[in-house]
């Protein structure tokens, strides 16, 4: 049982790069979030699924995009990196009739 | 959701017993409160989850006064491997509110020998 994984673990771009976080869970959860953490901040979240086939908006989803691809899998996807998304990404899965949250080990990006 | 007030950092020394309190003066009928806690380079780890009165578990207690609008995570006889940031999230289970959860700054514990 891996519970979240996420790759890449590690990522430098280029301002106006693109490039896709994957993330994927094997605990049958229904939902899955994406978070992100600057230094020294506590997490916000950038989107979530609730459930398969549905995605909404979190605080900070400017500049993001998000595929629920199935029950495992949701990815995030930033189409025109910048450097204010320097940070780490962790994704996150839940039971949908408590809150208990399972992240992954994050994803550490830098846009130069 | 309900807006949520903790410490920014707090100190304590190993062997110690540690309340964290968190304000939620707007919780509503149907809000759970929630903790978790983060090592460096981790994500966050759920501790506990109660509604009112008391919650324990093997890691934490949790006291939650009648009126709800605070709430205390109490760490007994700490060691060096507790120091870590503890979020309390306050919110509906996530069944009726699509499981959104907002992670506020956190209190910053630091243990010490």
């Known amino acids: 049982n891996a519970g979240v994984t996420q790759t890449p673990k590690f990522q430098v771009l280029k301002t106006g790069q693109s490039m896709t976080l994957q993330c994927a869970q094997d605990m049958n959860h229904n939902s899955m979030y994406w978070y992100r953490q600057d230094p020294g901040m506590g997490l916000r979240l950038i989107y979530y699924?609730?459930?398969?086939?549905?995605?909404d908006k979190g605080e900070v989803p400017n500049g993001y995009n998000v595929s629920r691809l199935n029950k495992r899998e949701f990815s995030l996807r930033l189409e025109s990196a910048a450097p204010s998304q320097t940070s780490v990404y962790f994704c996150a899965s839940m039971v949908s009739s408590y809150n208990e949250q399972f992240f992954g080990p994050g994803t550490r990006l830098t846009v130069l | 959701l309900a807006k949520t007030t903790q410490p920014i950092s707090m100190d304590s020394y190993e062997g110690q017993e540690v309340n964290i309190t968190c304000s939620h003066n707007n919780i509503a009928t149907n809000d759970y409160i929630t903790w978790y806690q983060q090592f460096p380079s981790q994500g966050p780890r759920f501790i506990i989850q109660g509604y009112k009165t008391k919650v324990t578990n093997e890691v934490a207690s949790l006291f939650i006064p009648a009126d709800r609008k605070s709430s205390t995570l109490s760490l007994p006889r700490v060691s060096l491997s507790d120091t870590a940031v503890y979020y309390c999230?306050?919110?509906?289970?996530?069944?009726?509110?699509?499981?959104?959860?907002?992670f506020g700054q956190g209190t910053e514990l630091s243990v010490k020998p």
């Open positions: 699924s609730a459930s398969e086939g549905t995605t």
């Open positions: 999230l306050v919110g509906d289970i996530p069944y009726n509110q699509g499981g959104k959860l907002i």
